[in-house]
């Protein structure tokens, strides 16, 4: 699991190094074979070669016979060859005896005691005179060298030379080659950790962080190629792939802004027809409850016609003759005018089921308003109405039907007073422009009455609903007058809540004719724009 957690650099570097640990330790050991050897073999030439030349010492300056002297010498022989650990003189006259030795405790090396030489392993013989036997422990070498004074032997040099300080020079010289490979080892990982610095791990993180950039939908962010070997390679491969995946989510975007203005161009559409077909069903029901009502409307009013005017002429042929009381005359005033107001019923009726003839000419909507709030002015004062007039000073005329719209605003103005039979205040407001295009004009009627509840709010504009008692009111008042306005080209809405009073809203446009015209052009638009 630790490997596994290294990076690329540490991978590397871990495996040079166990590879060059382990040629080092290899060649180490195979080093400090031969070096031994070689160690050996020169140290042992040069061991014969000091006990040679110090048994010819012993001849020329005639140290047998001066054991002190004899001692220094061997002292100094041993100070400048470190290997040798103990050295014996033996002279053979008069007799064999033992001159000196350098044993801290005089014994000397006792090579007559061994019982059979030859269990000695001899390494070699360099000359007749000197002859080299071996421990059988390998630790020492036994050199006997014969002192010859004019050709007669007069003495033998003994020397023990130690094995055990050449694996010490030994071990010097391999430590030091091993010390030398190491810092080579250091100088090389360095080298290697330089180079993947360099080389390898700063442009990898570079291009790690630029394909974080592009996870995180900034593909603009680019590679930097340092060089031309297989890292530069990848990171100019790598920048290829992000301007093309750049490109591809360019067009594609573009594609799906395209397709999404589209199907938001589709949806205006589908909402504007599923609006016109609402509004033509809203116009298809209303025209059928118009022909309903309208053959209910004929019906009536030749049912009804007939018997009323018999009624009413035999009414005012006793009127005209006297009925001999007053009380009579009374009855019959009140039969006359209940028969006027069926009549009159019978023709709002009549009216409300059949297009009005229009006689469209220039308004100037402030006077015609006025004047209506001038026939209404005694009630209005009788029952205590404060009139407020807010009314645009730059309001243009309009191209209405004069008669018809004063119908609308006293038949509001009628609603806004039975709304106040204690008195309140009547507001008119009209705005101009109504809307951005400025071709509207708004005229509003407010009052500060009871209010209308939510549930009657949403009928108020039906045909022969009322909420007024009965005999007051036919329900076709705010009917006929949303036909009026409809006629026209505009609109009517009304806000109201229980407690707040009630406020009407009128929009007409300016020009009427101008819509009756698109109306009239629509059918041939919608079928030129439909799909084949």
Known sequence: MTLRRLGLQGKVILIIAVAVISVVAVSTYIAML???QLVEEDTYRKALA???SIAQQLVDEQALANPPTLMRALRQMEHDFPSITQADVYAHFPTHRLVVTTHPGGRNLELDNVPDIQKYNEYQQASPDQITIETPDGNYWIMGTTVMDNGRSIACLNLKVSKLHLSIITQRLVFRNLLVMLAGLGFLILVIHIFFLRSIRGPVKEMIRVMDSAEGESLQVRARVRTHDEIGQLAERLNRMLARIENFNSELGRKVRDA??????RNEELKHINAELFETQKTLARSERLAIAGQLAAGLAHEIGTPLNSISGHVQLLARQGVGSESGARRLEIIERQIDSIV?????????????????EAVNLPHLLEDSLTLSSLAL???KINVVMDWAADCPPVVADPGYLQQVFLNLINNSMDAMPSGGTLTTRIRFPASEKGRDVSIEVEDTGAGIAQETLRRIFEPMFTTKRLGTGAGLGLAISEQ???QHRGSIGVESSRGQGTKFTIVLP???REGAEAAAEAPRDSKIGSPA
């Open 50 to 52: 000091q006990a040679r």
């Open 34 to 36: 031969l070096t031994r």
């Open 484 to 486: 009026i306005v409809r």
């Open 260 to 265: 999404t203005a589209e199907l938001a161009h």
């Open 381 to 383: 004062q009788h029952r």
């Open 344 to 360: 009159r019923t019978v023709k709002q009726l009549l009216s409300w089921t059949r297009e009005f003839d229009l006689r469209l």
């Open 510 to 512: 300016l020009d009427c």
